[in-house]
């Protein structure tokens, strides 16, 4: 009876953890969900670290193909870049969009005003524009493991967004990340990525004992700019919004694969 009942449990457990996947990734990223599947959306940010290794395993996979097929390695980053804004549907994107705009404003207190604004201001677009510019120079300079370095930025990245919601007060009283907010409080809710972040290290260590310095840069370097950038936005604004989550994502994917960039080319020396 006890093991029957044990059986039960564990496969309502699997059964709940495979409705939030499939709830994060409807919720992180434009990849069709079949209809007649439940969703559960509460406590999904925990799991968006595992969806950004996820989305970084599909683009390393069509930046193979391309790469097999002739393709110059720089109109690759450029296709690759692109089609990682497509595969959220720039979600991450208009959120740095948003708050670069706000973050203009000199006035604290009218910041969050307009973050909320609808029409994209000249910083927003500024902010675009270097955020699309940095991925794409840094990754076109990446030979080697392009998709293990792909699957890690877009791992840090989201971690450090786990990062705002457990450490930071959110400002709205609604809106998309309101619900991130409300169901993790706890800093367990960092443990799974982060577990899943440093195997993808030690996995480039494993693959490559002359790239361990990259391997390195990964963990410790992903996990820094993925701690500081929460806090630079919560330090400008006294907290974060779902604009600000998606900021964290773009700039920790941005300046991680800077990062990786400049150590590629220092063990390469």
């Not at 670290?49 to 390695?73: E, H, K, R, S, Y």
């Not at 494993?206 to 936005?233: C, E, Q, T, Y």
Request: a positive charge; glycine letters at 12%; one cysteine or more.
């Amino acid at each position: 009876m006890a093991k029957r009942r044990f059986s039960w449990l564990n496969l309502r457990f699997w059964l709940r953890q495979r409705k939030a996947i499939a709830a994060a990734i409807a919720f992180y990223t434009c990849l069709p969900i079949p209809v007649n599947w439940t969703l559960e959306f509460e406590g999904i940010a925990k799991l968006a670290p595992l969806v950004g290794i996820f989305l970084g395993g599909l683009l390393g996979l069509v930046d193979w193909g391309f790469g097999a097929l002739g393709m110059p390695v720089l109109t690759r980053s450029a296709l690759i870049i692109g089609f990682a804004i497509a595969l959220t549907g720039g979600l991450h994107l208009d959120g740095a969009i948003d708050t670069a705009d706000g973050l203009a404003v000199p006035d604290p207190q009218k910041r969050l005003a307009a973050m909320q604004d609808s029409l994209v201001g000249a910083f927003g677009t500024m902010a675009a524009v270097m955020v699309i510019l940095l991925k794409t120079v840094a990754l076109s300079e990446l030979v080697d493991d392009r998709a293990l370095v792909l699957m890690a930025a877009a791992g840090w990245g989201r971690w450090g967004q786990v990062v705002a919601i457990v450490r930071y007060p959110y400002l709205k009283a609604s809106g998309k990340g309101a619900i991130h907010k409300a169901s993790i409080e706890s800093a367990v809710a960092l443990i799974p990525g982060a577990i899943a972040l440093l195997g993808l290290s030690l996995l480039q260590l494993w693959l490559g004992g002359d790239r361990w310095l990259v391997g390195v840069g990964m963990a410790f370097g992903g996990s820094a700019i993925a701690i500081l950038i929460p806090a630079w936005f919560n330090r400008q604004l006294g907290g974060h919004t779902g604009d600000t989550y998606g900021a964290v994502v773009e700039w920790t994917e941005a300046l991680l694969l800077c990062l990786l960039t400049a150590l590629a080319a220092a063990s390469s020396l």
